[in-house]
Every structure is written in C-alpha cells, then in structure tokens.
C-alpha cells in the first residue's frame, strides 16, 4: 500500500521568511497530492492540491511542486505570516483513500 | 447538512466498555471515511464507504473496531471493549467523488479518552 513520508517534523522560520515542506510517496500510481493545514485543535482543511499530470500549482503565498519520477513533491509559503503558523500534513491518494504524511508543525517567528 | 457534523465532540470512558462514534457527512456525498488521530499525530486510515458498502477497511486496527452506513449517509463507528490506546480524535470526512481523487471535508472529530 501507499506509503508517505514528511519533512520536517518540524519547522521555525522568522515571519516574511519562505517555508518549504517536503514529502515522497511509495505507490507509483498515486494520482492526486493534496495538502491540509490544521490550526490547534481545529479540522484539517484542504489548502491547495496537484494532480499527476501537472508539475507545478500555484495558489497566492501557496505553491505545490510534484516530481513524478521521483515521487516527490513540496509545499512552498512565501512571505509567511503568523497565521500561517499550523501543522500541515501532505497526502497521497490513488483509488480508494488518502494516506497522509506524518505532519510538519511550522512556528512562525515574529 | 452544511459541513461534516460529528458526535459526540468528546467522550470519557473506561476501560472495557463499548462506544459508539457517529458522522452526519455533507449531503449528497457518496464517499466516507474515518481516521484516528492520536495526540501529535498523524491521521491514520480506519475505513472508508462508498454508498452503505465499505470496499476499504484495511485501516481498522483490531476486530474490536466496526463501522457502519446506512442510507448512504449516517456512519457510526463501534468500538467495542475499549483499550487506553484507543484514546485519539476520531476524525470523519466525505467527499462527493467516488474516487478519493478530490479534496475530503473533514468534521471536528470525537475525542475519546480511554481511563
């Protein structure tokens, strides 16, 4: 089965500084890479996603970047900001589930 | 429904009894699924439906653990003699796509607390 994994653990960046997650995935024919942010003792929340057949996405401060053959793929921020301060979790998914990366909790500092 | 409704929103139990974990999800989607998120954690893959029939239930961790739907819209997840590892958020979502290819919406989840 699908298997992914998640780095950093976690991640300190001074605010308007870049943050940049990254993960890899095991099942080739995983199709669609979503990425969710969960603020303390909220839901997880779909923030942006990329499907196989584009490399790039990009979404205001928020970009994905997939690499196929590799099977990697990365959460850009720029200019971050404290809001953005969270756990974010990356994923995979191929048919029937998706499996999420063990999580990267990001501080922002002031 | 306009979101994901979960009950109850917390729940203390002691060791052994059985609980009982529910999930209203969005109406009209056809695809559920549970997770377990235990504290600091990930989320872990319990079980997903598709309409009231469960064609992924690889992720239930013991025979103690049975979900089901029905009308294709109600799920409840049992877990049955419960353990202190039990203790985690139990997180549902839906989505509206048979596949999984689309992005969930998740409920606030159930903490359990297992003493």
């Known amino acids: 089965g699908e298997n992914v994994e998640q780095h950093p653990s976690t991640l300190s960046v001074q605010e308007g500084d870049s943050a940049v997650i990254k993960c890899t995935y095991s099942d080739s024919a995983s199709n669609y890479f979503p990425w969710y942010k969960q603020e303390l003792g909220k839901r997880p929340q779909l923030i942006i996603d990329?499907?196989?057949?584009?490399g790039e996405k990009k979404d205001q401060r928020i970009a994905v970047t997939l690499n196929k053959t590799a099977k990697h793929f990365s959460l850009h921020i720029t200019e971050t900001q404290p809001e953005d301060s969270a756990v974010y979790f990356c994923a995979a998914s191929s048919a029937s589930k998706i499996i999420f990366g063990s999580g990267t909790r990001l501080s922002i500092r002031p | 429904g306009a979101g994901v409704s979960q009950s109850p929103s917390n729940k203390v139990t002691e060791k052994g009894k059985d609980v009982e974990l529910r999930c209203d999800p969005i109406?009209?989607?056809?695809?559920l699924y549970w997770y377990r998120q235990s504290l600091g954690q990930g989320l872990e893959f319990l079980i997903y439906f598709q309409g009231n029939s469960a064609p992924d239930k690889s992720g239930l961790p013991s025979d103690r653990f049975s979900a089901e739907r029905t009308g294709g819209s109600v799920s409840t997840l049992t877990i049955q003699r419960t353990q202190q590892e039990d203790s985690a958020v139990y997180l549902c979502?839906?989505?509206?796509?048979?596949?999984?290819?689309?992005?969930?919406?998740f409920g606030s989840g159930t903490r359990l607390t297992v003493v």
């Open positions: 990329i499907r196989s057949n584009v």
């Open positions: 109406s009209g989607h056809t695809a």
């Open positions: 979502a839906s989505s509206s796509r048979q596949q999984s290819n689309y992005g969930y919406t």
